[in-house]
């Protein structure tokens, strides 16, 4: 399949009065035809940034980007007819309908009006907002507008798709349901490419996941390939008395043979897990017959801040609010 | 994989009569909003009720009109102008709110004309200002106010629209260059209300100090105002005798036409640079 997007060391710097900020540093990405990408990120990484190009709402300062072979700069238009955007920024009208939202961006798509009113009511049905369709969008919930979004990203029916984010604020739930919506249109072949802040999404979701920090593309694989690089599933265990930490630093470095790093004031150690549970279970019976008191112990599988600690040596720069989903796995 | 794809029915490239089917859906969306938001356009007109009644029953009697006539006929004309000049506000405000909601992404995302955003902004809003004159023009007549004839207030009429027009386009400017809705109504605020009062809206200019009347007699509102008690036989008492007195309808095409002159172009530059 030939590439449906291509990306060749964009560069984007916003200038402020007195700083700048090189929001992109040498972009590359390339999502052959009828793949899934996940751009993975904390904020301020430059995943918007480079949606924001890509989907022609804003231009690089460096670098070139085709979609569909189209100039992302010289022929804006022609990729407007082939994308759909939906996310953070580009939004719905909050005071019309769902169905008036979608027939008047499929009128603006340049559908005929019977022909944009056959396609909003399929959608609505698709995204199970039928009953809601007649509604002011003002009255929906947080997951029914994420929900209208994806559809008027889709009322052209449009061979690329960029989600921008598609799930962040959205409670655990309705998460869960938006995947299942994105999955479905994969299966219908549509190429997409989604940025996330979490790699239990990314990995959800995507074919190959490609990490970005500080407007760079700092590692790129599948799901599988990413976690194995960080080391995989991880224990976390706190000990009681604080005077025995150094022992037990010492017996979790022979138990799992991995570099274990040490919280002082929480007293939690952790280490990469390689043999999952089983790793657990031998962690457990060693720490009881030396007699260790442990408060609470985990096996917890790699969060976004694993991944940046292994890959750029420093810990995503995010507040910590934005923390990936709580991982329900934990032992 | 490309059959999947609908092919849009004409091509994208900006056919005028693309522009124009473009533009009246984004108008068409713009009037929408006002049955779903009733308050914005019943407090547009109950400010300008109260502005009728406060300075028809409490101001007017203490304010004489040089010439003679009554006070409310003198003040109708004046309140049309003040109303389609603050008109400039309800476009900013809607403006700067689809920026900061993602609308404008939205549109700036699909394949439609890339003017349509602003003249379906333009154009919404002259015909909901027409909606708010025609209330505004049942409540003077309710309170006493009269004209010449049909015809003249349909001239009348037409010259408010135009008005409008312009103070949309401005509307346009200001509404991309604030960051927020209430930036918006600051600016609004401080900027039209001197325009606004500094005027032969609800006194006689001679009762302003001369350095101050100057402005005044120029001021756009002033012209506005003169040229519709001029059209409408409401009484407009002489002053200086420069043309923005003897010719006041003139004087207020022509301010319209350097209105959009000037805030037009900026309004489409900001617009499309809106991607830098």
């Known amino acids: 399949m030939p590439d449906l997007i291509t990306a060749d060391g964009l560069v984007k710097v916003y200038r402020g009065r007195k700083t700048s900020v090189r929001a992109l540093d040498g972009l590359d990405l390339s999502v052959p035809e009828g793949t899934v990408l996940g751009l993975l990120g904390p904020n301020g990484a430059g995943k918007t940034t480079a949606v924001r190009i890509l989907a022609t709402l804003l231009k690089p300062d460096g670098g070139r980007a085709t979609i569909a072979g189209h100039d992302v700069v010289r022929e804006p238009d022609a990729i407007r007819r082939v994308l759909g955007l939906s996310g953070q920024y580009a939004a719905v009208d909050e005071n019309l309908t769902g169905n008036e939202n979608l027939w008047l961006f499929g009128r603006l798509y340049r559908l005929s009006s019977p022909e944009a009113h056959r396609r909003a009511t399929e959608l ?68 997409l490419l989604l940025t996330t802040q979490y790699l239990e999404e990314a990995d959800e979701l995507a074919d190959t996941i490609a990490v970005v920090d500080r407007g760079r593309i700092i590692a790129r694989g599948t799901a599988d390939e990413l976690k194995s690089q960080v080391g995989g599933e991880r224990i976390e265990i706190v000990v009681r008395d604080r005077t025995v930490i150094e022992r037990a630093r010492e ?81 | 994989m490309t059959a999947r794809s609908t092919s849009p029915a004409t091509s994208a490239s900006d056919g005028l009569s693309a522009a124009i089917t473009d533009g009246l859906l984004v108008g068409w969306r713009n009037l929408k909003r006002i049955p779903r938001i009733p308050e914005l356009a019943i407090f547009a007109i109950l400010q300008s009720i109260m502005f009728v009644l406060l300075f028809a029953f409490v101001f007017g009697g203490a304010i004489p009109i040089p010439g003679g006539g009554d006070y409310k006929d003198f003040l109708m004309p004046g309140i049309f102008a003040q109303t389609i000049v603050f008109a400039a506000a309800t476009t900013a405000i ?116 001369s350095w101050l009347q100057v402005f005044a007699e120029w001021n756009p509102t002033s012209t506005l105002t003169a040229a519709l008690r001029e059209l409408w036989g409401n009484p407009n008492p002489a002053t200086s005798g420069s043309l923005a ?6 004087v207020t095409i022509v301010w319209v036409v350097v209105i959009i002159a000037i805030f037009g172009p900026l309004g489409v530059r ?7």
């Open chain 2, 270 to 276: 900001r617009y499309r640079s809106m991607s830098r």
């Open chain 2, 94 to 209: 809607g403006m700067t709110d689809d920026v900061n909601k993602g609308i404008i992404d939205r549109f700036r995302s699909l394949p439609m004309s890339r003017s349509a955003v602003i003249t379906g902004r333009t154009f919404s809003d002259v015909i909901y200002n027409a909606g708010i004159l025609v209330v505004l023009m049942v409540t003077g007549f309710v309170i006493g106010w009269r004209v010449d004839s049909i015809p003249a207030l349909a001239a009348g009429f037409l010259l408010l629209l135009f008005f409008a027009y312009g103070m949309a386009w401005l509307g346009v400017w200001l509404g991309l260059n604030v960051p927020t809705v209430e930036v918006a109504q600051q600016v609004i605020f401080t900027v039209l209300f001197p325009i606004t009062f500094i005027s032969n809206v609800f006194v006689p200019l001679q009762t302003l100090p």
């Open chain 2, 245 to 250: 007195t003897t010719q006041p309808l003139l």
């Open chain 1, 124 to 191: 609505l049905a698709q995204f199970d907002l039928t009953e809601a369709g007649d509604r002011v969008v003002k009255t929906y919930s947080g997951g029914m507008r994420r929900r209208l979004d994806l559809a008027s990203a889709l009322i052209g029916r449009p061979r690329l798709l960029i989600l921008d984010e598609p799930t962040t604020g959205l409670d655990p739930r309705s998460r869960l349901g938006m995947w299942d919506v994105i999955r479905g249109l994969v299966r219908e072949g549509v190429t």
């Open chain 1, 251 to 331: 017996m979790l470095a022979k138990d799992c043979g991995g570099d274990v790093t040490l919280d002082e004031h929480t007293r939690k150690l952790t280490v990469p897990a390689h043999g999952g549970a089983q790793t657990l279970v031998q962690v457990v019976r060693d720490f009881d017959e030396a007699g260790i008191h442990i408060d609470d112990i985990a096996l917890r599988r790699p969060t976004l801040d694993d991944v940046f600690l292994e890959l750029t040596g420093h810990a995503s720069e995010d507040d910590p609010g934005a923390e990936a989903p709580a991982d329900g796995r934990a032992a």
